[in-house]
């Protein structure tokens, strides 16, 4: 347990002329009095700036199969020790995981305050392969999440930041050189959807999927949770696709999930599965190689196909891996076409 931590990775922020204080952690730029709260809820200024308030503390912690982040084509079938906080830097009407990204108080976090070198322990001892950042926004717990990734890397365990990628370029950086894998919302191709829905722009999350594949060594993969009536037309899904291939190339894996209605978008009738599958096939058609449907039984949708001569190199039922023939490299057995990811788990840094 611990009472108080310096982090090695201190988030920006600036004092402004006026008493305030503007936090640079994400395109929010949330100016902030002393004791006031960011949009974010657990990043609030003090007489000498921003900090994270709730530095230690979880919401919530579980052994996940990596395939529930989602992640298809890094360690597959392999253990995360996934841990949550509260709050997020974005404010989606549609979000599942409301009751931890919107709070209105602490109570949801546990009172004991663990050390990063607890978590990683953690994670070795239930044979985990990787930490997974989740349940709520890990950029917003930018100090803490650093810390762990830092004495995780030390165990040989990797690191998984599930995220929006709302993030300002200064510390993009360093948290995805962090990271050995991420999978980023891409909520909609609309800027005027981003704001009106979830209170950001487009602009910075497009920006953040660029800096990771180009800029880093984390694996990288998307998500799309598909709202009917909402992002799903024809014509902003071809947008989506065609910059993704543009920008990001046809290896980048794309998920298309399902939305169930949750929060303040209860009026809205979930996704039917024919909604993801007729995504899927644009994406395909267009010449994405690995496009995914998440929350729905679809078993051609869930199994990662070879792009050579299309063989099953990875079958699932649900987020449980049935059947993995992924040979040395990543290399199908059956024809030798390379299936970009990681598959084998990082070595300790010391």
């Given at each position: 347990?611990?009472?108080?931590?310096?982090?090695?990775?201190?988030?920006?922020?600036r004092r402004l002329e006026d008493s305030r204080f503007e936090c640079g952690l994400c395109p929010q730029r949330c100016k902030l009095r002393?004791?006031?709260?960011?949009?974010?809820?657990?990043?609030?200024?003090?007489?000498?700036?921003?900090?994270?308030?709730?530095?230690?503390?979880?919401?919530?912690?579980?052994?996940?199969?990596?395939?529930?982040?989602?992640?298809?084509?890094?360690?597959?079938?392999?253990?995360?020790?996934?841990?949550?906080?509260?709050?997020?830097?974005?404010?989606?009407?549609?979000?599942?995981?409301?009751?931890?990204?919107?709070?209105?108080?602490?109570?949801?976090?546990?009172?004991?305050?663990?050390?990063?070198?607890?978590?990683?322990?953690?994670?070795?001892?239930?044979?985990?392969?990787?930490?997974?950042?989740?349940?709520?926004?890990?950029?917003?717990?930018?100090?803490?999440?650093?810390?762990?990734?830092?004495?995780?890397?030390?165990?040989?365990?990797?690191?998984?930041?599930?995220?929006?990628?709302?993030?300002?370029?200064?510390?993009?950086?360093?948290?995805?050189?962090?990271?050995?894998?991420?999978?980023?919302?891409?909520?909609s191709f609309n800027d005027r959807w981003y704001r009106r829905v979830c209170g950001a722009h487009l602009q910075p999350v497009l920006d953040?999927?660029?800096?990771?594949?180009?800029?880093?060594?984390?694996?990288?993969?998307?998500?799309?949770?598909?709202?009917?009536?909402?992002?799903?037309?024809?014509?902003?899904?071809?947008?989506?696709?065609?910059?993704?291939?543009?920008?990001?190339?046809?290896?980048?894996?794309?998920?298309?999930?399902?939305?169930?209605?949750?929060?303040?978008?209860?009026?809205?009738?979930?996704?039917?599965?024919?909604?993801?599958?007729?995504?899927?096939?644009?994406?395909?058609?267009?010449?994405?190689?690995?496009?995914?449907?998440?929350?729905?039984?679809?078993?051609?949708?869930?199994?990662?196909?070879?792009?050579?001569?299309?063989?099953?190199?990875?079958?699932?039922?649900?987020?449980?891996?049935?059947?993995?023939?992924?040979?040395?490299?990543?290399?199908?057995?059956?024809?030798?076409?390379?299936?970009?990811?990681?598959?084998?788990?990082?070595?300790?840094?010391?």
């Open positions: 347990m611990i009472e108080r931590m310096v982090s090695r990775h201190p988030a920006p922020w002393p004791g006031q709260r960011g949009i974010c809820f657990i990043r609030r200024a003090t007489e000498e700036g921003v900090i994270l308030s709730e530095y230690g503390r979880l919401s919530s912690v579980a052994v996940d199969p990596i395939e529930k982040k989602p992640l298809y084509h890094f360690l597959p079938g392999s253990s995360s020790l996934s841990l949550g906080t509260i709050g997020c830097n974005l404010i989606c009407r549609f979000c599942q995981n409301w009751h931890i990204s919107k709070p209105n108080d602490d109570s949801a976090l546990g009172e004991e305050r663990l050390a990063p070198e607890q978590i990683a322990e953690a994670a070795t001892r239930t044979r985990c392969a990787s930490v997974s950042y989740t349940y709520n926004e890990p950029i917003i717990g930018f100090e803490f999440t650093l810390d762990c990734a830092d004495a995780c890397r030390e165990r040989g365990l990797a690191n998984v930041a599930v995220t929006n990628g709302y993030i300002e370029p200064e510390p993009r950086e360093e948290f995805f050189s962090a990271m050995d894998a991420t999978n980023v919302d891409l909520k953040t999927l660029v800096f990771i594949r180009s800029k880093t060594r984390c694996w990288l993969e998307i998500t799309t949770l598909l709202i009917p009536g909402e992002n799903d037309s024809p014509s902003e899904l071809t947008r989506l696709v065609d910059w993704v291939l543009s920008n990001l190339g046809p290896e980048v894996p794309l998920h298309f999930t399902a939305f169930h209605p949750n929060y303040r978008m209860l009026d809205h009738e979930p996704t039917p599965p024919e909604l993801l599958q007729r995504a899927r096939k644009l994406a395909m058609d267009a010449g994405m190689r690995y496009v995914y449907t998440g929350n729905i039984w679809d078993p051609e949708g869930s199994t990662t196909w070879c792009s050579g001569c299309g063989a099953a190199l990875v079958r699932r039922r649900g987020f449980t891996v049935t059947e993995l023939r992924v040979g040395s490299g990543g290399r199908c057995p059956q024809c030798g076409q390379v299936c970009p990811g990681v598959w084998e788990p990082p070595r300790a840094s010391r």
